[in-house]
């Protein structure tokens, strides 16, 4: 469950880090980079749960002062992908939990990503980490087609890793070393331990996580608010260096929408 | 059952009021009155970049439909702002003057851009020339319902059919067509009233309301020469790329048409768009335009 809670957050905060990480790479390469990207590849799901949000969303994102973004989001059961021009963060399902690979954020590859139908890499660095799901625990996350609940060791090169306790009502996260320049799209996790937290329960689309939640840092630096209320979702987060600001999002059937109050409209529709 | 004078009164009361109150349609492309146009179509081919002379020229549109479609007072405050930050970076670039702390013009532009968003993106979608179907180099035309033909897309749902995903998403694209409402009242005070009520419940922060277009839509003649001055005057700062379009729109002043050519209103009537940010919640846009209506 606190595993559902971060990966929540975590695709929350990757939409506000395209939008960024868009507006970065239009200062260095000179390109506003707006227009449609290639469709996600299509992947048979294969063990999971199939739910109302499994599918590939398309989403739009307008900015007072820039053109509109796209963003294309792959909901399944073995795998979830988010590409965003040359933002690119994957996650397919192995037998010890998940294979997660993320490139562009903080670089500025253009259209690394190329879908034929496959993954592959085409040029470029890619950052990968394994989520290893040592043990699993029963978690309702209802919508959500990602088992969560249990141990989790996250781990990448060999000075990097995160262990992750996800149960129902508290999430603890508890991080050694981590290259935080590859990863400004999350609150700073470098040598951190943080603490997620349900101070109340809510109905909710995403099962056991319906309510609301707090996320502490033990530094005390970045203080958040998560809200999973019926169809809605909002993340508000203070203090930090990199991710603070609000995200809400509604989900209606088939289409998703909602705005940050960085200035950021959203709107998706399930093809 | 009896009559009485109380219920009698109160029938009367609400036949009055029902007589008054704006006509609202759900669906205002579907359901629209015999003897008035037909709704807008849409249309589905494949899209051409839009060069960036049209892209300018939708700007252009966007930013004066903003301002026409803004509460007066809203459109006072932002034009007092920004002529504030212009006075300030005046002084700033002359050697002859003092600047005592006042804004900066790109971060009060900036600043406003973002408070005006969901007006702003309701305003340069509807002033769009096409819309792209996401996820495809498929464009979406609005054409008047009159010029319909087949494969044509009605901007309504399809009532009791199946949903069509295609269809689904062609509206999507289109949302100013598909999600807005229209409303029409019997005289033009009316429109008008219920227009500057929408207009100061969009300035709120909750609300799902984007932009409310129709009434009197012109600006006055020396409200219009201080939006082109400020534009001017934006354009002389060397704002950034984005902001620089937007001065350059202004004070190229207001476009010979306001409204897309597919948006046919009667003078009694409202086109009211939802932000695009509330999408999902449609039923919440229609209550809060009923309840503001």
Known sequence: MRRRVLGLVWAASLLLACEGGRERASRSDGTTGAGPVSSGPTIVAGGGQVSSLTGTWDLVTTRATGREGHVVIDVHPDFLSVVAEEHMLLLRRSPEGWEVHHRGFGESWRYPYNCDGSVRVVRGRTNDVTARHAERTELDVGELPIDLGGRWRIAGEADFGCDLVVGDGAVDLSCGHVHDDELPWLPSLNRRNAHLERVRRAASMFGDLGGE??????????ECTLLFEGSRMRIACAGGRRFVGNLDLVFGDGVVSGATDRGIEIAGIRR | MPITRRAFLGGMTAAAGAAVAPTFWAEPIRVRPAHRAPGPVLRVQNAEPSSEAQQADEDRRAAWLLLA????????????RLEGAIASEQARRSP????????????????ESQRVLPAWTAARSLSATRWLVPGTSVGVLAQPGALARAGDVRGSDEGPEPRDPWKARVRFAAWPVTRAVRLSSPDRESTERLAASLRVRACEPASTVGLVVGGALGLPGVEVERWREIGRAADRAELSAALSSLSVGLAAGPPEHLLPAWLLLEPEDLWVVPRMAALARSDAFR???????
């Open chain 1, 213 to 222: 939640w707090t996320y502490r840092e033990e530094s005390g630096e970045t």
């Open chain 2, 69 to 80: 479609c803004m509460d007066a007072g809203e459109r006072a405050r932002v034009a007092d």
């Open chain 2, 96 to 111: 002859l003057l003092f600047d005592l702390g006042g804004e900066r013009l790109e971060d009060v532009l900036r600043e």
């Open chain 2, 287 to 293: 209550e809060e335009v009923r309840a503001y209506g």
